[in-house]
């Protein structure tokens, strides 16, 4: 008769599982919150787009009314320091005759095309911008020097609350 010897058996525990099985899963529910994280992201980048533009659209106004001579230096303030810029957050609105927004003669909240699927305005939907606020605050640095301030505060789709806001200096000479 051969002698036969007990081979070891080389296996993993119960323990080494559930330990394998937990960092499996923490990994996993961590790529889960970056997969999320990335949505939401790019869902909210058309809506900051959005944001950015506005601004800018309305520091162009402020600096075009400057150098056409629209406006005086003097008027180049909020109305509350005798000027056209009306005070704190106000509704994106269409410019009204004086071409200007965030006066006191501008027209209904804004609507803008956003493209269709081949990327033409033609088959685009209109949306409006009745969630976005623009507040334009002008802070007399000196007597040649002032600094514009605009903030557009906006809600994204995840349902959190965005600022973006764009500064500006200056000066009465072109």
């Not at 058309?46 to 008027?75: F, H, P, Y």
């Not at 911008?129 to 514009?148: A, N």
């Amino acid at each position: 008769m051969k002698n036969v010897t007990p081979k070891s058996e080389n296996g993993f525990t119960l323990v080494e599982v559930m330990v394998a099985g937990l960092i499996l899963t923490v990994g996993l529910l961590g790529l889960a919150y970056a997969y999320g994280q990335g949505m939401a992201m790019v869902m909210s980048s058309q809506q900051d787009a959005i944001a950015r533009q506005k601004a800018r659209e309305a520091m162009e106004d402020v600096l075009t009314a400057r150098n056409n001579d629209t406006l005086t230096w003097s008027q180049i303030n909020n109305v509350s320091n005798g000027g056209v810029f009306l005070d704190g957050p106000q509704p994106l609105t269409t410019p009204g005759p004086d071409g200007m927004v965030d006066t006191a003669d501008d027209g209904s909240i804004e609507t803008i095309v956003l493209p269709g699927s081949d990327g033409s305005l033609a088959d685009g939907t209109s949306v409006s911008l009745g969630g976005y606020t623009r507040q334009i605050q002008i802070t007399t640095l000196s007597s040649v020097l002032k600094q514009i301030t605009v903030t557009i505060t906006y809600v994204t789709p995840p349902g959190i609350t965005q600022t973006y806001q764009l500064n500006c200096y200056v000066s009465p000479y072109i």
